[in-house]
């Protein structure tokens, strides 16, 4: 009797402990700084990390930092620098960068973005609306941490 009683204790401790992984809400996981690995803007790749021949080699300076619960930093190709809020939508498929100031070309202040992928080093976004600064074009931007 005394070995099924410890066999089950410590079978309830050994599956107890691996019951299933709790995954942190999206927000909490793309709360970091971000850089462009890869831009591409409409299907024609701009920009990649480390390459020669990039188009616009600018986005060398490009950074979305998201590192604070509701403040943004974003820095554009052109080195426009705005600050602003960002939320994930509540199904979280898109982030919502808001009251960006100074306010980008054409953005009334907001610029959105459908989430692509997420992984913890990687984050895919593609811009809802057309950027007037890249010629009117939907940039898809692959970002890395850093």
């Not at 005394?2 to 402990?17: N, Y």
């Not at 021949?53 to 300076?61: C, D, E, K, S």
């Amino acid at each position: 009797m005394k070995r099924i009683l410890l066999f089950g204790l410590v079978s309830a401790l050994i599956f107890g402990a691996c019951g299933p992984e709790k995954i942190a809400p999206l927000a909490e996981r793309i709360q970091k700084l971000w850089s462009a690995q890869v831009v591409k803007e409409n299907s024609t790749t701009t920009f990649t990390k480390g390459a020669t021949t990039n188009t616009r080699p600018g986005y060398t300076a490009f950074r979305l930092d998201l590192s604070s619960a509701s403040t943004v930093v974003f820095v554009d190709f052109d080195g426009t620098r705005c600050t602003g809020t960002w939320e994930v939508s509540s199904d979280e498929k898109r982030l919502i960068l808001k009251n960006l100031s100074p306010q980008p070309t054409g953005t009334n202040g907001t610029i959105e973005f459908t989430i692509t992928e997420v992984t913890d080093a990687k984050l895919v976004l593609t811009r809802t609306t057309a950027s007037q600064k890249t010629g009117g074009t939907i940039n898809v931007y692959e970002l890395i941490v850093g």
